[in-house]
Structures are given as C-alpha cells and as structure tokens.
C-alpha cells in the first residue's frame, strides 16, 4: 500500500475519532491511556530491534542489524536460524506472510510465501475409498506437502529492500548447524513426543543420539546437512533450493511411503512467490495493516471494525462484559472467514463486502444475542459458499525486526504441523500444508467451497503478521503470533489490549486468550482468576482449556515513557522467546 493510501485511510479514520485519545504510554497493566502526543514532536520509530521464539534467531538478526543490515536482510538471518533451533515451527521447507514497512517512502507491502499445491492435485486428494482420510494419516503422509514458499519469498523481498550481500545473511545458521546449538525445553519436549511426526524415522534418526536415546534438553545437536544446504543458498540464491539438489531430494522424500506425494520437482521450480499491495483500515486514530488473502488478516480487520460498534470492549482486562463482547465478535468473524477466504487467483473473496460499514455494524449488532455458534453472513459481493472442513493445527512462528533506518518487517512463518509432516530433506523438515486445504471440495448442500483443493492454489492461512501506523501514516508497532486458527484471536486479544487498554505490549501478551469458534469456549482456563471466571459463567461462557496451539506473540510499539520515546517490546511467556534492542 502506498503512502498515499495510508493518508486517504487516516484522514478517515480522524474523521471518524475526532474525541478519542491515542497511544498507551501503559507499562503497568491496567494504566489508563495517555493522549498521543502531537505528531511534530514523536520521534520516527528506529531500531534495532528484534523479536522472535528464539534466542539465538535474535541474535542472528541483531549481528545483521550491528553490520548496517536492513530489517529483511535481518528477517532472512532469523529465518534461516529458526528452520534449524525451532524446526517444530518454521523452516525453509514451509511457507511464510512477511509485511514490511520501508521508511523513506512511508509504503507497506506484503509478500506471499505461501507453498502451493501441485499440478496433479485433485479436489480428493486427501480422500480414500469416497471418505476424508484421517487427520493425522493425511499429515503423515506425501501429499500433505506444497511447494516450499519462504526462501523464495525472502529472496524476492530482500532484492527489493536488501543492503547487504545475500551471500552474507547466512553465516550464523551455518555456524550453528555446523558447531552445534543447545537444545531447548521446548525443543526438547516436542522431541519427547510418542507419537506423530517426531516418531517418523526422519525424525527419529535426526533425534537418536549415538546411544540411542532421544535427545533432551541440554544436549548439543549438530545438522551438517542443513550447514551444507544454507551454504548452498547463500552461494546460488533462491535457485540453488529451487532448481537443483534440494528440490530434488524434497521430491524424493515426498515420494516415499506412506502415500506418496505428487509434487515434482518442475512443481518446485516453478513456485513463484506474490508481492502484493497491504490490506490496511483505521482503528480508533490508528491504522492497522495486514497482508490480504490467501492470508486471514481481513478477518482481524473485522472483528476490530466490530469491536468499534461495541462498547463493552472498552471496559478493560478485568471486566467480563468485555471478554464477552470480544468471544461473540470471534464467533461472527470465524464465521465469516471460514465461509469466504481462500486463495484469491481460484475464488472471489469478499474483501471490501467484509469490511463494509453497514455490513459490519449489522453483525456487530447480533453479538449480544448469540447463544451459540452464528452463522455467516451475506457481505457485499460474498457468493454464499458450502461449508468448510479446513483443520489447522500447531507448528507456526512469528517475529518482529525494525533497522536503524526505521524500516520494520513483521512475519509469521510455518512448517503448519509440529515437524511439519515429519519428513526431512537436504537438513530440514518439509511442510504440511496443504492439510490447511479444506478436505471436502463441496458443502452438504452441493455448494463449492472457498478452501478446496486445486492444482497451484495456495491453503488458506490463519497467518496475519500486523504492522500499526499512527494517525499521520508513520511506523508504531509490529506484533503476530503462531496458532493455527487461534491465531486470529491472539492477535485481536494483543491489539485490542495494547491500543484499547493501555497495557504494555508484554502485559497484552501476558493476559488470558479466549477463543471463540463455533460453540464452545477455549481459554487459558489458568490465567483467568476465579472471579472473572465466576462472572463469565454467569454471561453464558463456561470455559475449557484451549485445544488449540497456544500463542506465540511477538512485537514491539513505540511508546513514551517519562519523557522519553522508545521501544516497549514484549514476548510471550508461553514460548522461550525475547526481544532485543540497543
């Protein structure tokens, strides 16, 4: 999106908020929002900062940061190291959405890693003798796999916004697949699961120690084929993964039993990643920028443009009334997406009838009455579709990197499964996901749905890394999260907390997640006090654990805090991630 976009949406949103207050100097929770200051005086947001699920990622993004790297050569960096010490989330075998800010120009724009489908999928390619193939089998399987999107995407996003050599973003994750890296508890714990795809005899040869015992927490695990493979593409770009030895062996490992995969390696060499125009829209006096469809940012989009006609969100972390008012407007939205988003080249999806004024306040106005699961609506535009049977399950990454120039990049990142679909090649694992394809082509009723498999179509995707401007178009904030469809909720719950609420980014993080999707109520049933809980039930939300993957939130806002403008980062407690800034 251009600068010039942006201004055209803040001046609306200004004339929409004209007596609202602004950004949240709030470290504490629970501290009242501030008045944004006034533009002539708050100093442009500049780094370095990074964010991300691990330490050593961070560190590799902050080494290309201290050698006058920009925020995509950093992104490339942290991306290559988290393929190989967090390869349960993201890799260079999956895909990715990246958004980035560039600061000369005031422009955001979104790039779409997302993996593709091969040209010999059919509408029933994961279906056996006329029935859904279990879950678990069809992850296990080859054809659950796409064409790997993320090197290409970052290939295409560091030529345009790179300053370094690409050759040189690489070092860090040679060295420590070389060297060795200290497996983490989380790590660790993922390695230790007794089933799935930690237990395929990749996964179980990469994890086997010489003794045959798994590896735990602590122990030192060395990857030389991955040393050899990011070699490679630090010498030969994007090429030497696509068109070579790594495509050739990710086409090998696909074909192997159990049912083997269709996809080629002339499906790999022809991935094209998509450089696309950012979906922006004012909140309150500020704008929130996600990437549009194949991605679900639209939906987020949504439910904020909701939460505007809904005056009980504004009552804070501690009321019920708006923790309520927050599951309804997610009941509506899942609704809404699930019925409507896909891949854009293959179906028309509603974007602009999704966000239409009268459109939103119509179902903002049957929050208070649902009692149940709601229904999808009919926005401008939308072609009622059959009912979707898309599953996303856990395995996903998120992180936030801002240069010392101001330019910024927010992306979520993904493997799809936990391991992906548990087959490796060339040193890392190969995605699933085109499990995030719907597993019925048609509703009950005949009717096509968005989500359904075809040959080069991108899955639908939960992922929807946010960038926050401020009321004059200029760079605030980042912030995403991992957690298959729950990922929609997480990112709601931190902006809603962070620009409603006043609370710090970490703070936002910290609080409860409460998911809404369908009929039931998945929390952090243990993070939510007694009283709260007690005051829930009597609304009508009796809450269960969250059986979805838990958050991984990531992101930074500039803020002022006694004077003085910096960075208020956070990362959420229930993954080993930091921030960094210096």
């Known amino acids: 999106m251009t600068s010039s976009s942006v201004r055209r949406l803040i001046a609306l949103a200004l004339s929409l908020t004209i007596a609202l207050t602004g950004c949240a100097e709030g470290i504490d929770a629970g501290r009242p929002v501030a008045p944004i200051a006034p533009l002539a005086v708050v100093p442009q947001a500049r780094g370095p900062l990074v964010a991300a699920a691990n330490p050593l990622a961070v560190e590799a993004g902050m080494k290309v940061l201290r050698a006058g790297g920009s925020a995509v050569d950093a992104a490339v960096a942290v991306q290559a190291t988290l393929g190989l010490v967090e390869p349960q989330s993201s890799g260079l075998g999956g895909g990715a959405f990246m958004m980035v800010y560039d600061a000369a120009g005031g422009e955001i724009t979104s790039y779409d890693g997302r993996e593709t489908a091969p040209a010999a999928a059919t509408p029933d390619l994961f279906q056996e003798n006329g029935r859904p193939l279990g879950f678990g089998d069809a992850v296990l399987s080859g054809r659950s796999t796409g064409a790997p999107g993320a090197v290409a995407m970052l290939a295409m996003a560091q030529d345009k916004h790179g300053r370094l050599p690409w050759g040189s973003l690489f070092g860090e994750a040679e060295r420590l697949a070389r060297d060795g890296f200290v497996v983490s508890p989380r790590l660790a714990g993922m390695i230790a699961a007794t089933r799935g795809q930690a237990r395929t005899r990749w996964a179980s040869a990469y994890f086997t120690k010489a003794d045959g015992a798994r590896l735990v927490a602590g122990d030192v695990l060395r990857n030389p084929a991955y040393a050899e493979t990011v070699a490679e593409i630090a010498s030969g770009g994007a090429d030497a993964f696509y068109r070579g030895r790594i495509a050739r062996e990710i086409a090998a490992t696909v074909a192997e039993q159990p049912r083997p995969g269709a996809l080629t390696v002339e499906d790999i060499a022809a991935y094209r990643p998509v450089e696309r125009g950012a979906l922006c829209r004012p909140y309150r006096i500020y704008v929130v920028c996600v990437p549009p469809p194949p991605s679900s940012g639209v939906a987020v989009l949504q439910l904020l443009a909701m939460a505007e006609r809904t005056p009980d969100v504004l009552q804070g972390e501690n009321s019920a009334a708006a923790w309520t008012a927050f599951a309804q407007l997610q009941r509506l939205m899942y609704a809404d997406r699930d019925h409507y988003v896909g891949d854009p080249g293959f179906v028309g999806v509603p974007v602009q009838g999704l966000l239409d004024a009268d459109y939103v306040a119509g179902r903002a106005a049957l929050a208070p009455g649902l009692t149940g699961a709601a229904e999808a609506g009919t926005p401008p535009g939308g072609v009622f579709g059959g009912a979707d049977g898309t599953r996303?399950?856990?395995?996903?990454?998120?992180?936030?990197?801002?240069?010392?120039?101001?330019?910024?990049?927010?992306?979520?990142?993904?493997?799809?499964?936990?391991?992906?679909?548990?087959?490796?090649?060339?040193?890392?694992?190969?995605?699933?996901?085109?499990?995030?394809?719907?597993?019925?082509?048609?509703?009950?009723?005949?009717?096509?749905?968005?989500?359904?498999?075809?040959?080069?179509?991108?899955?639908?995707?939960?992922?929807?890394?946010?960038?926050?401007?401020?009321?004059?178009?200029?760079?605030?904030?980042?912030?995403?999260?991992?957690?298959?469809?729950?990922?929609?909720?997480?990112?709601?719950?931190?902006?809603?907390?962070?620009?409603?609420?006043?609370?710090?980014?970490?703070?936002?993080?910290?609080?409860?997640?409460?998911?809404?999707?369908?009929?039931?109520?998945?929390?952090?049933?243990?993070?939510?006090?007694?009283?709260?809980?007690?005051?829930?039930?009597?609304?009508?939300l009796t809450l269960r654990p969250n059986a979805s993957e838990n958050s991984g939130l990531h992101g930074a806002i500039w803020r002022q805090k006694d004077g003085v403008w910096g960075w208020d980062g956070g990362a959420d407690d229930r993954r080993e991630g930091i921030v960094r800034t210096e």
Do not use: C
Request: proline share 5%.
């Open 392 to 540: 996303e399950p856990a395995g996903t990454s998120h992180f936030v990197v801002v240069d010392a120039q101001g330019n910024a990049v927010s992306m979520t990142t993904t493997v799809e499964s936990v391991f992906g679909s548990g087959r490796m090649a060339a040193g890392f694992f190969l995605n699933n996901q085109l499990t995030d394809f719907s597993f019925t082509s048609t509703g009950e009723d005949g009717a096509p749905v968005a989500n359904a498999v075809a040959p080069g179509k991108r899955p639908r995707s939960s992922m929807s890394p946010v960038i926050i401007l401020d009321r004059n178009g200029r760079f605030l904030g980042a912030l995403g999260s991992p957690g298959g469809t729950s990922i929609l909720a997480y990112n709601a719950k931190a902006l809603i907390a962070v620009l409603d609420w006043g609370l710090s980014m970490q703070a936002a993080f910290d609080l409860p997640n409460l998911v809404a999707k369908g009929e039931g109520f998945g929390a952090d049933t243990e993070r939510f006090g007694p009283t709260l809980q007690a005051d829930l039930a009597a609304r009508g």
